[in-house]
């Protein structure tokens, strides 16, 4: 399960190199824009693989969860992702202009840290859904038991993002 994820994680940033490197390097956009419409079927191979080992037996293990995770997190951070990477190639290699920088201060880095948290709220909430799906379809709490245990991980990730963006509003960064 985990040489899956791994792969899903490296397909990924391989596909989304190849559809930059198509948009911005050949030029062929229509490629390049079929290659990032792409990215979600990288995730869906992913949980489909993942739903499938459950389902003809496999007792559930911390990667099962990982494998969950790894979609939630793409579905909360993927777009952010992909711009931030377009940006940047863009820059490099077509005379784009340079990405903008995350704020650093008062109540724009507040805003900033706000908006994370609402993308890792987001890949939090998927993933426990994904979990609970999981969890129904397999029908079997004791094959399942171990997935349980990323409830309590979603929820410390999602508290410390929490933390962070309240601190940033509570006591901005200013400037030196």
């Not at 993942?50 to 777009?79: I, K």
């Not at 704020?103 to 908006?115: F, L, N, T």
């Amino acid at each position: 399960m985990v040489s899956l994820i791994l792969a899903g994680e490296i397909g990924f940033w391989v596909v989304l190199a190849a559809a930059l490197a198509a948009r911005y390097l050949l030029r062929w956009r229509r490629a390049g824009t079929a290659l990032l419409v792409a990215l979600p079927l990288i995730d869906l191979l992913v949980l489909a693989a993942t739903v499938r080992d459950l389902r003809h037996g496999t007792v559930a293990d911390w990667t099962h969860g990982l494998a969950a995770s790894y979609v939630g997190f793409s579905v909360g951070y993927g777009h952010y992702l992909v711009a931030w990477a377009d940006a940047r190639f863009a820059h490099r290699f077509a005379g784009g202009p340079p990405p903008v920088r995350p704020p650093k201060y008062g109540s724009a880095r507040a805003a900033h840290e706000w908006r994370i948290f609402a993308r890792t709220l987001v890949s939090a909430a998927v993933t426990v859904a994904l979990i609970a799906g999981m969890t129904a379809l397999v029908g079997d709490t004791a094959r399942t038991a171990a997935l349980t245990q990323w409830y309590r991980s979603m929820a410390w990730v999602t508290g410390i993002s929490l933390v962070v963006a309240a601190s940033y509003t509570v006591f901005p960064k200013r400037p030196r």
